[in-house]
């Protein structure tokens, strides 16, 4: 099995029902609560619970120096800017709240120090195809501070011809200095946090954000020459009904017009989140209520002509993510679903997450243990994973799964090397139920989610999982609805 090669596989046989097509209409509420438990976002696999302190520093550091030898694939990188100037109480971030500025000289400092370890044991692989700024809240940094963040990349690594130069922001804390900055620093992808455009959801969840100000902002970054604009939206808030999240998207569609869309289900996780528990006392919608604002918002979108892609994502029918799901080489990755822009990911900066090589690495959380380890001169590694051929096999599975609707079998044994009717046998058994419901249907030859299960995704890669049966009882995910 080729641990790179199998993310490029095209289909290998047409799907019987389009990629993008989605049923809600037959999701009854018995169904729902059927399949609505606790279960990873898969954003990784293994997933992040199972990373372990046992991988430190040294594992890094040889992953490192094995990637430098695959010298002439370019890289992706991920920075984590942590800092938000206040908490939104549904916030499921690794964040430092800072409402006055300052620690972040100090954490530009530790920036740079981590990118000299890394570059100096990546050797000369310096290419990036993917630069991508999260947090917290990147904007945070001064537009001057931003440049500064820049420089230092750039000092150590080079951008590709049409590299994905991608930054997030808060538009309560984005000015106009910021996108002019950015935009000439290169950034030409830029994605606004919405979450709702309801006041009383806003104040709810202390993120008071108005249509004005997004609206604003949106439009400078097109007339800047941004290529790609992304909202977030969160379903699951306070106060949210379907009716009214679907006034607040109908207000994304006709003033924001963005290219993609992410609406995201709210994580209610208070045993990892204690702030979150601000919001229990307030009507949270749960079940299936969740599920119908979620569908009715993904019918408004469909309506306007994008494009579902899965899980929580929407684009437009010509944006990237539209065409490689067509093509059947969507990705997904710690950021959500991707193009594959790279084999390697590294991440920089406190909490952020990489994946090199057959390994995924976790920095440190703490932001002074942070700073201790690289002023030191030692990779921030908090935890890590190096997985086992077994993981790459059904983590294989699971993103195909994930990404195209289906798992077709001659694909399977030609790229995993495995007949997968043996193989998993036990799997295959375990979504039996599923057929049943009608949410999938297995044969000789593949297992092809339909409409109607396309919302359960998750559930459906579950029984793939080998980890969730050992960790069974344990509380580390959200809800899949
Ligand atoms: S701005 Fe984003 S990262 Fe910061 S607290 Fe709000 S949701 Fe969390």
């Known amino acids: 099995m080729n641990t790179h090669e199998e993310h490029r596989g095209r289909q290998s046989s047409v799907p019987e029902c389009g990629p993008s097509e989605v049923d809600f209409a037959g999701i009854t509420p018995e169904l729902l609560a059927k399949y609505d438990?606790?279960?990873?976002?898969?954003?990784?696999?293994?997933?992040?619970?199972?990373?372990?302190?046992?991988?430190?520093?040294?594992?890094?550091?040889?992953?490192?120096?094995?990637?430098?030898?695959?010298?002439?694939?370019?890289?992706?990188?991920?920075?984590?800017?942590?800092?938000?100037?206040?908490?939104?109480?549904?916030?499921?971030?690794?964040?430092?709240?800072?409402?006055?500025?300052?620690?972040?000289?100090?954490?530009?400092?530790?920036?740079?120090?981590?990118?000299?370890?890394?570059?100096?044991?990546?050797?000369?692989?310096?290419?990036?195809?993917?630069?991508?700024?999260?947090?917290?809240?990147?904007?945070?940094?001064?537009?001057?501070?931003?440049?500064?963040?820049?420089?230092?990349?750039?000092?150590?690594?080079?951008?590709?011809?049409?590299?994905?130069?991608?930054?997030?922001?808060?538009?309560?804390?984005?000015?106009?200095?910021?996108?002019?900055?950015?935009?000439?620093?290169?950034?030409?992808?830029?994605?606004?946090?919405?979450?709702?455009?309801?006041?009383?959801?806003?104040?709810?969840?202390?993120?008071?954000?108005?249509?004005?100000?997004?609206?604003?902002?949106?439009?400078?970054?097109?007339?800047?020459?941004?290529?790609?604009?992304?909202?977030?939206?969160?379903?699951?808030?306070?106060?949210?009904?379907?009716?009214?999240?679907?006034?607040?998207?109908?207000?994304?569609?006709?003033?924001?017009?963005?290219?993609?869309?992410?609406?995201?289900?709210?994580?209610?996780?208070?045993?990892?989140?204690?702030?979150?528990?601000?919001?229990?006392?307030?009507?949270?919608?749960?079940?299936?209520?969740?599920?119908?604002?979620?569908a009715a918002a993904a019918e408004r979108f469909l309506a306007a002509g994008y494009r579902f892609i899965g899980m929580d994502h929407f684009a437009r029918p010509g944006d990237e993510l539209s065409l490689a799901l067509d093509a059947g080489n969507l990705h997904r990755n710690f950021m959500g679903y991707t193009v594959l822009p790279a084999t390697d990911m590294i991440g920089v900066g406190v909490t952020s997450i990489g994946d090199v090589g057959s390994c995924y690495v976790q920095n440190e959380k703490n932001l002074a243990r942070y700073r201790k380890s690289v002023d030191e001169g030692v990779l921030p590694v908090e935890r890590g994973l190096a997985r086992s051929a077994e993981d790459e096999l059904r983590g294989a599975v699971i993103r195909r799964l994930i990404c195209t609707f289906q798992l077709d079998f001659d694909w399977v044994r030609q790229r995993l090397g495995v007949d997968p009717e043996t193989r998993f046998a036990a799997e295959l058994e375990a979504l039996r139920p599923f057929a049943d419901d009608g949410l999938l249907e297995i044969d000789s030859r593949a297992i092809r989610v339909l409409p109607r299960g396309r919302f359960f995704i998750r559930n459906i890669c579950m029984p793939f999982d080998a980890y969730l049966s050992r960790d069974a009882g344990k509380q580390l995910y959200s809800r899949t609805v």
């Not at 530790?110 to 692989?125: I, K, M, N, S, Y």
């Not at 808030?237 to 017009?257: C, K, N």
């Open 37 to 294: 438990r606790p279960g990873p976002r898969y954003t990784s696999y293994p997933t992040a619970p199972q990373f372990h302190p046992g991988f430190a520093a040294g594992d890094y550091a040889s992953a490192l120096e094995s990637a430098s030898r695959r010298a002439d694939e370019p890289l992706s990188l991920y920075v984590h800017v942590p800092f938000c100037e206040a908490r939104c109480t549904y916030c499921g971030c690794n964040i430092v709240i800072s409402p006055r500025h300052g620690p972040e000289l100090a954490y530009l400092d530790a920036l740079e120090r981590e990118l000299a370890l890394v570059a100096d044991r990546l050797g000369g692989r310096r290419t990036l195809a993917q630069l991508h700024w999260g947090g917290g809240t990147p904007t945070y940094l001064t537009p001057a501070q931003c440049e500064r963040l820049f420089g230092a990349i750039t000092s150590r690594f080079h951008l590709a011809a049409g590299a994905e130069v991608a930054i997030e922001v808060d538009p309560c804390v984005t000015s106009d200095d910021h996108l002019r900055v950015l935009r000439a620093l290169g950034f030409n992808r830029i994605s606004l946090g919405v979450q709702d455009f309801d006041e009383r959801v806003q104040q709810a969840v202390h993120r008071v954000q108005s249509l004005e100000l997004t609206r604003h902002l949106v439009e400078r970054a097109r007339e800047l020459g941004f290529g790609s604009v992304n909202i977030d939206l969160i379903y699951g808030l306070p106060y949210q009904t379907p009716e009214q999240f679907s006034d607040s998207v109908g207000l994304v569609i006709r003033e924001l017009a963005p290219d993609r869309v992410a609406a995201f289900s709210y994580a209610h996780v208070p045993w990892i989140k204690p702030h979150q528990r601000a919001l229990e006392g307030l009507p949270l919608p749960k079940g299936y209520e969740k599920f119908r604002i979620f």
